[in-house]
């Protein structure tokens, strides 16, 4: 087994992210997204934090040049279908990712390595669109956001992955710096699960938005309680409307157990649009 090539779905908050840290592992990247021009800005958007990289003398010019070579924007169809590694970070939808991964299925070759970045549904779950002979080089990658800075990698197997495929990332990882740990393939894993809480209780702590009692929370969670970002700073950085569907999938895994249950502000953001970072607005006012 080896990763020299990879394909990655979604070109949104987290593909971008995760195309970024492998390209800047000398990793020949390609990005792929419903939305074409919408990849081809995340692709702009990645040659100019090289360039920052680069100025800021974190990255060589000769570095920047070989890693802006090695990424590109392609149609699925178009993909290099013997790539080592596809990476989904499409939208936290179970059907649309099972769909997704049944084209995968048939497109790309079968040592091909097909891996979802989903934050909540059960890897197994996913799995069901896939062939038997498939599910074997089928498991969650779960990265954190922003993942060119985020050690942390989540690994999960399915209940018909094959162990030699997650050991044999866990140590490709941990070799390039990143922290890949084994997770069991339950609802939101380990991080997303206990975080939860961390935004339900805040939600329920402020009740009804105004942006103050937001920036109360978060002032005290992190100059008493030592988190490096409130939960409010970090739902508008995750985006909203992927916060709530992660937890509204947790909910419903766990077949609604009240500790997980979603909070009305958060379906009322998104239908209001105000989806964090990315909208420029969302518990707080960003300048675009
Ligand atoms: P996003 O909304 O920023 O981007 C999603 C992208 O997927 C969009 O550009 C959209 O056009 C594209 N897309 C949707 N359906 C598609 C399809 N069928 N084929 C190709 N492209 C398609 O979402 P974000 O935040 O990047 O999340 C992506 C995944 O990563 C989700 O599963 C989410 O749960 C997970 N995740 C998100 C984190 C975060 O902090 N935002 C952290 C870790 C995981």
Redesign the pocket.
């Known amino acids: 087994m080896k990763i020299n090539n990879v394909v990655i779905?979604?070109?949104?908050?987290?593909?971008q992210g995760i195309a970024q840290w492998f390209a800047q592992q000398n990793i020949v990247v390609e990005m792929?997204?419903?939305?074409f021009e919408?990849a081809q800005k995340s692709l702009e958007r990645i040659r100019e934090s090289l360039v920052k990289l680069e100025s800021l003398g974190k990255l060589t010019s000769a570095q920047v040049t070989e890693m802006k070579k090695n990424l590109s924007v392609k149609k699925l169809e178009h993909v290099n279908t013997k790539a080592d590694l596809v990476v989904e970070?499409?939208?936290?939808n179970l059907d649309?990712k099972k769909n997704?991964f049944k084209d995968l299925d048939l497109l790309m070759s079968k040592e091909t390595i097909l891996a979802t970045?989903?934050?909540?549904f059960p890897v197994t779950q996913i799995a069901s669109s896939l062939s038997a002979d498939r599910k074997k080089n089928f498991l969650g990658l779960?990265?954190?956001?922003p993942a060119t800075i985020m050690k942390l990698v989540e690994v999960i197997n399915g209940m018909e992955t094959d162990k030699n495929v997650s050991a044999f990332l866990i140590k490709w990882f941990n070799d390039k710096k990143k922290i890949a740990c084994e997770c069991s393939d339950s609802p939101g894993f380990i991080v997303n699960r206990v975080a939860r809480n961390f935004y339900g209780e805040a939600l329920r702590a402020v009740e009804c938005y105004t942006e103050d009692k937001c920036r109360e929370v978060d002032t005290v969670m992190k100059e008493v309680g030592g988190f490096k970002m409130g939960p409010f700073e970090l739902m508008d950085?995750?985006?909203i409307?992927?916060n709530f569907?992660?937890t509204e999938s947790v909910y419903n895994s766990f077949f609604h157990e009240a500790r997980f249950k979603p909070h009305r502000l958060q379906r009322d953001m998104v239908a209001a649009n105000r989806l964090g970072k990315?909208t420029g607005k969302g518990f707080y006012h960003y300048e675009s």
Do not use: C, P, R, Y
């Not at 792929?32 to 939305?35: E, L, P």
């Not at 970070?89 to 936290?92: L, R």
């Open positions: 779905i979604g070109a949104g908050t987290m593909g792929v997204d419903q939305n919408f970070a499409i939208i936290e649309v997704l970045n989903t934050s909540s779960h990265f954190f956001n950085l995750i985006g409307d992927i569907s992660v990315k």
